[in-house]
Structure formats: structure tokens, C-alpha cells
């Protein structure tokens, strides 16, 4: 099977650190894999790297290869803006624009692609909330500041901002860490219906959460690949002692 | 030192009770069995207390293995683990059931002697006895090896269960004053039938919980 995203002895430097050694991965389409690992194991940098994020940091350095939908996104003469809008990204900390209300929040993307028709703009503002499961709770206040609501709401509006841009992937960087268990199963539950309509890669330290949410996981240690597979084998009968270690908390 | 020291200590104490659990059964079945051949009351009492021994055991295990899984959410092999102890202590608890069962055999027996010297239910109970106590081992030692002989003795009870059967039956046909008796020997041989099949259930579990394969006597 060709999954949506392949890796292919993917490498990734930050100076002379050596973060990401020869990762081969096949991230399956419409499904949601998760990326676990101790601390610094390279789990964030291997996702900055399937929307040539990874780039954008100074003495940074990618080998290899990471082929979405069949395409070599570091072939040369592709367009890293065009690679960000088809594979989005949420990150760790909710992050919508200060500046802006939510409605602005929103349809930031698709001002910045030159889109100033208002009715494509409501249009792609309510479907987006709607998306993110969001819509109910703003609907009425959609100039209201994107920073005044919960940081539940927050992390929705960033996943909100994502989407409108209609990409087909979405990464997303521990996106629960700051979040209580409420808004933390809102966002879960969102990420389950999304996975219908796009391929969701996510990274996330807390083991339960990718139990719960994710059809495969990959266990990440010191840089390396160590296994891949359905998260019920993962978590019920993985195959490396060192998965098992770091998945019963054994580790260290 | 392992990190998580308190539910590597919780999961220790789960091990301890349920192997006190898996020797109780043992030590059950070899009890009652005896207390049978000698119509011993004192022995059949015995079983009986050690049957509600197990069943106050099965009940604290469960509790405790619902607590590890609320509290420490078990994953891999702990969560095997866990999961094959929920499943074992009703194995454990139908073994001690069925000593049990034979012992109040032995109660109501009274000083009726047995119709003949026993050979079949000894040779029955032995195999059964061997049956609980290598999957005991296996379970106890996490040793898959010793699951095999326990499936071979398997087919063996079945077969003398059905020879018993037929022999009592012909017995009981030539004397009706030997139909009591006769039936307690086939309700032994029955319970001893189904203590072995509670055995293979426990091998059984014991090769998922240490190899994550699922395995099916045929």
C-alpha cells in the first residue's frame, strides 16, 4: 500500500545534531497515525519535515526524500507555500493572530492567496468552524478578538485556520498539551470525524491520547524509526522490547 | 531503579495473589480427589474451605486488577497481563468450584464403600491433577513450553471420561442397588472432565500473555 505520505531515508540536521537518522514511513491516506517518543527523540522536526517546515530555521538541513501523493516535496523547483497550503499544520500552543477577530482568524490564508470576494470568504469562514466544531460557540461573536476565547476554543480556531485553506493533510504538534480534558476530548472527537476527509498526522507525548485517537503509531527513539504499525498492535503486542519499555513507562 | 515504582509494586502484589489463587486450585483438586478415593469427610471439609478461600480471592483480584487498569492504564504485556488474570481467576474459581463439588460427592457418599477397587477415576483425577498443575506452572513460570503436554492430556481425559461413562453405566445396568454410587462416579468423572477443560483454558490464556497470539485448542 502507497501510503499518502513516504518518507525515504529521510534525514534531518539542525547544525551538526543529527535529528531525524534515515526514516523510512509510510503515513497511511485518511487515517490518523501518531508520532510518540521521549523528549527530543525527533518527533516534531519528522513532521516539520512533510511541510518543509523544518527549513525555515536557520543551519538546518534536510536529506532524502518526502513523497506526498506521489511527489518529492524537496524536488527542486517545488514550492514550499504551495507544499504548506496542501499539508497543514496546528502546533503545541493554541496560536491564533492577536490582531484579529475570529472571522479574520479564520480567512487569514485565504487573504494572503488574494481571495477578497466576501461571500467565498463567509462561506469558507463558516465551514471551516463548522469543521473545527466551533461554529456553535462563536457564531455570534465572530468580531470578537481571537485571543477572548478559551484555549480550547483557541486550538479549534487554529485547526479552524487550517482547514480553510482546504489542505489535505494536517500535522499537528502535541495539539492538546495545553488543554484540560474537556477541551481536550472536543478536539479528539474533531480530529476522528476530520479523518474522513483528511490524512492527520499528530504528535503527542501523552500515550493514552494516541491510544484512543490514533489507527497507527510510530514510536520514535533518538532520532530513529523503532517501529511502526496499527496502534492496537503497538499497544497491546509491539515487537521491539524498547517500544514496550517506553509504552509500559519503563524507561530510563 | 525501574521508573513507576508504585504500579510496578501494585502489579507485584497482583502477581502474588493470583498465584496463591493458581496453588489453592492445586492444592483443591488434589484434595478432593483423595478425600473421594478414601470417602474421607475431614478432607472433603477441607476442599470446601479452600473453595471459599478462592472465592474470596477472586473477588479481591478482579477488584484489584480494575484498579491497576483505572489508575495506571496498563499497555503491552502489563495490559496482557492484567487482562489474562481477569479471565484465569474464573478458571481458578471453577476449579475450586468443582473440588468442591466432588467433596460434597464424598460428603454424600457417606460409608458406602466403592463398588469396586478404583482404577479409571484415579487414572481420570491423576491426569486432570497433572492437567491443573502444569498449567499452573506454565502460567506461574510464564513457560509456553509446558502448555503442549498440557493439550495432550486434554484429548486423553476426554476419551477415558467417555469409557468411564460407558463402564458405570453397564455396572448400574447389572445392579440397580449400585446406581447411587454409580452416579457419584460419573459426576466425578464429569467435574474432573471439566477441571481439565478449565485447564486448557489457562494454558491457553498463559500463551496470549506471553506471546500476544492467540491460540485455540482445536
Redesign the interface.
Known amino acids: 500500500m502507497v501510503g499518502k505520505i513516504e518518507t525515504k531515508r529521510l534525514n534531518a540536521y539542525f547544525g551538526d545534531v543529527h535529528a531525524i537518522k534515515d526514516v523510512d514511513l509510510s503515513i497511511p491516506s485518511n487515517k490518523i497515525t501518531a508520532i510518540i517518543g521521549p523528549s527530543g527523540c525527533g518527533k516534531s522536526t519528522l513532521i516539520r519535515c512533510m511541510n518543509r517546515m523544518h527549513e525555515v530555521v536557520r543551519g538546518t538541513r534536510v536529506t532524502g526524500k518526502v513523497i506526498i501523493d506521489g511527489r518529492d516535496i524537496y524536488a527542486p523547483g517545488t514550492d514550499s507555500v504551495l507544499v504548506r497550503r496542501k499539508v497543514g499544520m496546528v502546533f503545541q500552543k493554541p496560536n491564533p493572530f492577536p490582531t484579529m477577530n475570529i472571522y479574520d482568524n479564520v480567512v487569514a490564508g485565504l487573504r494572503l492567496n488574494g481571495e477578497r470576494d466576501w461571500k467565498i470568504l463567509d462561506a469558507t469562514a463558516e465551514r471551516s468552524l463548522k469543521l473545527a466544531a466551533l461554529w456553535d460557540e462563536v457564531k455570534d461573536h465572530l468580531d470578537a478578538s481571537g485571543v477572548s476565547i478559551s484555549g480550547g476554543q483557541q486550538q479549534r480556531l487554529c485547526i479552524a485556520r487550517a482547514l480553510a485553506v482546504e489542505p489535505e493533510v494536517l500535522l499537528l504538534d502535541e495539539p492538546c498539551s495545553a488543554l484540560d480534558p474537556i477541551a481536550t476530548a472536543k478536539i479528539e472527537d474533531l480530529l476522528f470525524d476530520l479523518k474522513r476527509s483528511y490524512t492527520l498526522v499528530i504528535v503527542t507525548h501523552n500515550?493514552?491520547q494516541a491510544?484512543r485517537i490514533a489507527d497507527y503509531t510510530a514510536f520514535m527513539y533518538l532520532g530513529e524509526l523503532v517501529e511502526f504499525g496499527e496502534t492496537t498492535k503497538i499497544?497491546?503486542?509491539?515487537e521491539k522490547e524498547l517500544?514496550?519499555k517506553y509504552?509500559?513507562?519503563?524507561?530510563? | 531503579m525501574s521508573p513507576r515504582k508504585a504500579y510496578q509494586t501494585e502489579l507485584e502484589e497482583l502477581d502474588r495473589l493470583v498465584d496463591l489463587m493458581a496453588g489453592k486450585a492445586q492444592n483443591a483438586i488434589a484434595l478432593a480427589v483423595k478425600s473421594f478415593e478414601k470417602l474421607d469427610p475431614e478432607l472433603a471439609d477441607e476442599v470446601i474451605k479452600i473453595d471459599s478461600e478462592m472465592y474470596q480471592l477472586n473477588i479481591k483480584i478482579e477488584k484489584k486488577c480494575l484498579e491497576v487498569i483505572a489508575l495506571q492504564s496498563p499497555v503491552a504485556k502489563d495490559l496482557r497481563t492484567v487482562g489474562t488474570y481477569l479471565k484465569v481467576i474464573t478458571d481458578f474459581d471453577r476449579i475450586g468450584r468443582y473440588a468442591r463439588d466432588i467433596a460434597e460427592v464424598t460428603h454424600r457418599s457417606g460409608d458406602k464403600a466403592h463398588f469396586k477397587p478404583l482404577v479409571s477415576i484415579p487414572h481420570i483425577a491423576d491426569m486432570a491433577s497433572r492437567m491443573v498443575e502444569m498449567s499452573v506452572k506454565a502460567f506461574i513460570d510464564r513457560d509456553v513450553g509446558l502448555t503442549k503436554d498440557v493439550f495432550e492430556l486434554e484429548d486423553k481425559v476426554d476419551s477415558l471420561y467417555d469409557e468411564i461413562f460407558r463402564e458405570v453405566i453397564t455396572y448400574m445396568m447389572e445392579d440397580s442397588k449400585k446406581i447411587g454410587i454409580g452416579i457419584n462416579y460419573m459426576l466425578v468423572a464429569r467435574y474432573l472432565e471439566r477441571i481439565a477443560d478449565h485447564a486448557c483454558n489457562i494454558s491457553e490464556r498463559t500463551i496470549y500473555m506471553v506471546t500476544g497470539e492467540r491460540f485455540v485448542k482445536e
Open positions: 500515550m493514552q491510544a499497544f497491546e503486542n509491539p517500544t514496550e509504552i509500559t513507562g519503563r524507561f530510563g
